[in-house]
């Protein structure tokens, strides 16, 4: 593995919902809105939001309201609650109920470390609204998480090592999402990596020419949008307020705390593989297995060390029929010749792939 010093990874989740409620639950709400002496009153557009605000509070849960503020140096260390325009609040399936209020609504962790205590407060948030309310989603809603290593940033050579992995699976981490998520147009759907039909090779060789972080940032996100599935933008210094994070921004929007969690699980594991392997571990593992038809995303959940995941996914991939040809980012056979593999005595899907040895003569370790 690299010998770099380890990643101290930490995450945060931004959840894309519609919040739905009786004409009673808003009346009331109202009522209340007008009566209460808080301050934060202006800082909303109705009674629903401020609800929610004091539903959290009661919890014990410290909150911001609205968008960041640049002179609160502990603005990250609270969750926020707060509108969003790009969420169209309708019901998912046949139409909006009658005698119901709908509320468009966007709700952002604080900065967490990656512990199972930081799992159960995410799951404990949206709980505690749910208590109260109804959460639904649509495609017009998302879910995105932020992946960083505190403040830091990431080396240059981890990202290089991150998009290579991205690119080279992306066919297979696109089998966790539904079709709206995976459009290469459309609203709110997250660009596909735009490299076309060039094979993994060229593609490996064109990240490792990069001499910056902005030349990657280009490659990755062309446009300098941040609607790319992944989001470089955040590491950008020119950047208004950089959370200094890679953001992920494919997964459909849900308000299952199960479905959060173990998709911040298997996001950060991709991160924290692509810095803590080493160059001939990384080599192998795509150009071994880009290649290969049957390779799954329950695959690469093992070879990044989230195994743990494969039986929670293996009932919610979207089987897609796939070419029985060799897919479009495959290397040309010939590249191949500069990894040499020596593996054990057994099918190495089977067993941790990491039990190879790899051996470069054109990558250094």
């Known amino acids: 593995?690299?010998?770099?010093?380890?990643?101290?990874?930490?995450?945060?989740?931004?959840?894309?919902?519609?919040?739905?409620?009786?004409?009673?639950?808003?009346?009331?709400?109202?009522?209340?809105?007008?009566?209460?002496?808080?301050?934060?009153?202006?800082?909303?557009?109705?009674?629903?939001?401020?609800?929610?605000?004091?539903?959290l509070s009661t919890a014990g849960i410290p909150i911001n309201i609205g968008y960041q503020d640049p002179l609160d140096d502990s603005w990250n260390d609270r969750w926020t609650i707060k509108e969003d325009?790009?969420?169209?609040?309708?019901?998912?399936?046949?139409?909006?109920?009658?005698?119901?209020?709908?509320?468009?609504?966007?709700?952002?962790?604080?900065?967490?470390?990656?512990?199972?205590?930081?799992?159960?407060?995410?799951?404990?948030?949206?709980?505690?609204?749910?208590t109260r309310y109804t959460l639904i989603t649509n495609e017009s809603t998302g879910l995105h998480v932020h992946v960083g290593d505190g403040n830091r940033g990431f080396a240059l050579q981890t990202l290089k090592r991150f998009s290579i992995l991205v690119i080279t699976f992306e066919h297979i981490i696109e089998s966790i999402?539904?079709?709206?998520?995976?459009?290469?147009?459309?609203?709110?759907?997250?660009?596909?990596?735009?490299?076309?039909?060039?094979?993994?090779?060229?593609?490996?060789?064109?990240?490792?020419?990069?001499?910056?972080?902005?030349?990657?940032?280009?490659?990755?996100?062309?446009?300098?949008?941040?609607?790319?599935?992944?989001?470089?933008?955040?590491?950008?210094?020119?950047?208004?307020?950089p959370k200094m994070t890679i953001e992920f921004r494919q997964h459909e929007g849900v308000v299952d705390p199960e479905r959060i969690t173990n998709w911040a699980k298997?996001?950060?594991?991709l991160v924290n593989f692509s810095h803590a392997v080493s160059t001939a571990q990384h080599v192998w593992l795509w150009m071994t297995y880009s290649r290969d038809q049957t390779y799954t995303v329950l695959d690469l959940m093992k070879a990044i060390g989230r195994g743990d995941l494969v039986s929670y996914y293996r009932s919610q991939l979207y089987l897609r029929p796939q070419s029985g040809t060799p897919s479009p980012l495959s290397p040309p056979p010939e590249a191949l010749e500069c990894v040499t593999v020596d593996l054990p005595k057994f099918d190495s899907k089977d067993k941790r792939w990491s039990e190879a040895t790899a051996t470069s003569k054109n990558f250094d370790e």
């Open 266 to 269: 298997f996001v950060t594991g």
């Open 85 to 130: 325009s790009s969420i169209e609040a309708f019901e998912a399936h046949g139409g909006n109920i009658p005698d119901h209020e709908y509320k468009n609504l966007e709700l952002v962790s604080r900065i967490l470390p990656l512990t199972d205590e930081s799992l159960e407060e995410i799951e404990a948030e949206i709980q505690n609204i749910r």
């Open 1 to 55: 593995m690299s010998t770099e010093k380890p990643l101290e990874i930490t995450f945060g989740v931004e959840v894309e919902c519609v919040l739905r409620m009786t004409k009673d639950q808003y009346s009331e709400n109202e009522a209340r809105f007008k009566e209460s002496p808080h301050s934060y009153k202006n800082s909303f557009s109705n009674s629903s939001y401020a609800s929610i605000f004091e539903v």
């Open 177 to 241: 999402h539904p079709d709206a998520r995976i459009s290469v147009d459309g609203m709110q759907q997250c660009k596909r990596s735009s490299w076309g039909t060039r094979n993994i090779h060229d593609i490996s060789s064109t990240v490792e020419e990069c001499q910056s972080f902005e030349e990657l940032r280009t490659l990755m996100n062309p446009e300098l949008t941040k609607k790319y599935a992944y989001n470089f933008g955040n590491l950008s210094l020119t950047e208004y307020l």
